[in-house]
């Protein structure tokens, strides 16, 4: 009994051994102990009034992953409203792939540095379907506050031509942190009616 007791202890000392050399060789790779981690991060509340801060590795300019973002809170919450139909979500799905990064507006080509928002007929070739099926979804969703249209002076096209945005309190390609000024006026109006100004988080 005493030598399974003084077999344990042993075993115990020899794992708190092995953690604390493993700490010190981690600490020994970054060149910083956790003492001097801590105080930095008080220097640095200290300076920003108190508040709370978070330190992060910088994303490396060289990332051209083109992604957008749900708000998840939002757009459960209108689903819950029964706001959407169901032809309507399956089309903003569809359209996922031809939104302009921070602007939000549905273009031909995301790839290009300058890209030429897409006309509704173009639009419809692109997802497949016929034009005045997305005719009809894009006037209800401007009826809903999710699109918004916006005429624009595109080169090369007789007749007036519009561009057309997602309001990023749903979906926005960009960041979130920073919600380009003019489609955040774009929306300004929507945003404050009452179905919008109810939104458990609101990023415009």
Known sequence: MVNKALQSAENKARLRDFENEREKSKNDFYGVDQEEIDQAIQTVSKAAG????????????????KFVQINQLNLGYLMEKEYFKNEEMKFLFRVMPYIAFRSNC??????????????????????????PTVNRLIKQLIDKGIIAKAETGREGVSARSYALFLNPNIIYSGDRDDVNETLQMIFKKINIKPLFRNLPEKIC
């Open 50 to 65: 108190g508040k709370e801060v978070y330190f992060g590795i910088k994303k490396s300019p060289k990332s051209k992953v």
């Open 106 to 131: 549905i273009v031909e080509d995301i790839t290009k540095k300058n890209a030429i928002p897409i006309t509704q007929a173009e639009l419809a070739k692109k997802i497949g379907s016929s034009q």
